[in-house]
């Protein structure tokens, strides 16, 4: 087989960390580069090399990434951030490699929480009632303010005295839904087909999974609401649907992230190795393997990544 080299983003991120982790856990002949905005973290640990590039959204970053996809002679490109997902969708044909992205349609509805709501309310799609903060008129009761292009779990306001102070352009308002979060990982294939998902009851620090347990219990009424999802957007490959269960039972969704999400460095250990269907799809023209789920838990600890003789000006 010969030896293929793989660009991933956002290495600085539990997200680029646990795909760089997946993908050395298959053991095949491949090359792992790495980008971040800063150049020194500890997903470099990982990697072959390690490049520090602009952030998304600035003017020059697509040409540093076809720069790096160059001179490297990368074969696949996996973007592990929100806006590069975007960004990547976008320009998609300026980068000569394959990009592991949706289209740019569900890549800019899923990037704004609050597009999200609007085309999934115009599909007929379940999502959390959400309303621009000078919409509210106190219709909702206890309340959560959100950044509409948040990442994870930060920015979070939750009853803040003065809702209309926040800008439109920025926050969107969600009535605070209260009982258990769970997270759903979902693989659209290129045929544009359910491929397979898996559930997990969860627990979150700082935004991040830090406990979890694989659940069957809510599937049989996720599958339509990804099969809705499917049909109203060109998402394609790994992407990820969060939702709340209330006390009452109801599944209640509130977020998609178009991206292998934080979890998959815990979910390919229950069969559902999203990374790998990834790079079988993207990189080795073959059909997905078929996702196996066995149930199980997980938790997360803090470890160390040492570099003896390397002093960061990052850290400081």
């Not at 599909?123 to 009761?141: D, M, W």
């Not at 935004?207 to 979890?212: D, E, L, R, W």
Request: glycine content about 6%; overall charge negative; proline content about 6%.
């Amino acid at each position: 087989m010969d030896k293929k080299r793989i660009l991933v983003t956002g290495i600085g991120g539990n997200v680029g960390q646990g795909i760089l982790r997946n993908i050395i856990s298959l053991n095949l002949p491949i090359d792992l580069f790495g980008c971040n905005v800063i150049k020194f973290s500890p997903g470099n640990y990982f990697c072959k090399e390690v490049f520090e590039t602009p952030f998304a959204y600035e003017e020059n970053y697509i040409p540093v990434i076809r720069e790096i996809v160059l001179s490297q002679k990368i074969d696949l490109l996996i973007p592990s951030t929100d806006y590069e997902v975007y960004y990547l969708s976008k320009f998609k044909a300026e980068i000569p490699c394959a990009i592991a992205v949706s289209g740019p349609v569900a890549s800019e509805i899923y990037l704004d929480k609050y597009k999200t709501f609007l085309h999934h309310k115009k599909n007929n799609i379940p999502f959390a009632e959400s309303v621009l903060p000078s919409e509210y008129k106190g219709q909702f009761g206890d309340v959560i303010l959100k950044p509409k292009e948040g990442r994870g779990s930060r920015g979070l306001f939750i009853n803040p005295d003065n809702i209309n102070e926040f800008p439109d352009d920025k926050y969107m308002v969600q009535p605070l839904l209260k009982g258990k979060e769970i997270t759903t990982a979902f693989y659209v294939n290129k045929q544009h087909k359910l491929h397979g998902l898996i559930t997990m009851e969860r627990s979150l620090e700082n935004g991040t999974t830090s406990a979890c347990n694989v659940s069957f219990d809510y599937d049989g009424r996720i599958v339509p609401i990804l099969n809705q999802i499917i049909a109203s957007t060109d998402v394609e490959g790994s992407a990820n649907l969060q939702s709340i269960v209330t006390d009452a039972g109801i599944i209640v969704p509130f977020e998609v992230n178009c991206r292998i999400s934080g979890t998959n460095s815990i979910r390919s250990n229950f069969g559902f190795k999203d990374v790998w269907y990834t790079l079988q799809e993207n990189l080795y023209q073959s059909e997905p393997d078929k996702p196996e789920i066995i149930t199980g838990s997980a938790v997360r600890i803090l470890m160390d990544i040492i570099y003896k003789e390397n002093t960061s000006p990052y850290i400081f």
